[in-house]
């Protein structure tokens, strides 16, 4: 008797609400969803953390989502029903550090964080964030206190202004880990 071994899928996108309609099963980064689904209103994250963009090549608005489900797009903050490429993160353990910086190339007051902030404002005494190093972990920013508005997802590495972690602007209101919730 022979064994067969099902995988399952990491995340499955629908183009309706609710989980109905069409859908694409995904287990790995794709720079163009657009063959798959022509909208997507709800997602499964079955495994992995999961960084959707809004355009191909990961680019565009970003929207990080862990293991859930998301019967519509307004439950993963989304702006809209377009989703048109993802990449996957395992889950990470271990510790976290960043650093954020007042002004651009590290300059200015300089704070160190290894938790979530749910106001930048109350901790840091400024909304803006222009240039940012992470040495530990995944950490997502959003616009907005309170883990709310647009997301942006923040590998180790060095981000010099804030265009280069996707901003549109250096407000950043809220921060946390990459972490199970």
Known sequence: MSEHLFIFPQIIFYEDRNFQGRHH????????????????N?????????VLYERPNYAGYQYVLSRGEYPDYQRWMGFN???RSCRSF????????????????????????????????DR????????CRVTDGYWIFYEQPN????????????YRRYSDWGGYN????S?????DF
């Open 170 to 173: 250096s407000t950043i209101g």
């Open 175 to 179: 921060f946390r880990r990459m972490r």
């Open 81 to 83: 029903d377009c989703v």
């Open 124 to 131: 840091f005494r400024n909304r803006d964030i222009h240039s």
């Open 42 to 50: 709800s997602i499964r994250v079955e495994s992995d953390w999961w």
């Open 25 to 40: 099963e995904c287990s790995s980064d794709c720079a163009d969803l657009s063959p798959y689904f022509s909208r997507c």
């Open 90 to 121: 395992p889950h990470v353990r271990g510790s976290y550090r960043m650093r954020i910086y007042e002004r651009p190339d590290f300059g200015g007051q300089m704070m160190e964080f290894m938790d979530d902030s749910p106001s930048v404002y």
């Open 147 to 158: 883990y709310r508005g647009r997301q942006y997802f923040l590998r180790p590495g060095e």
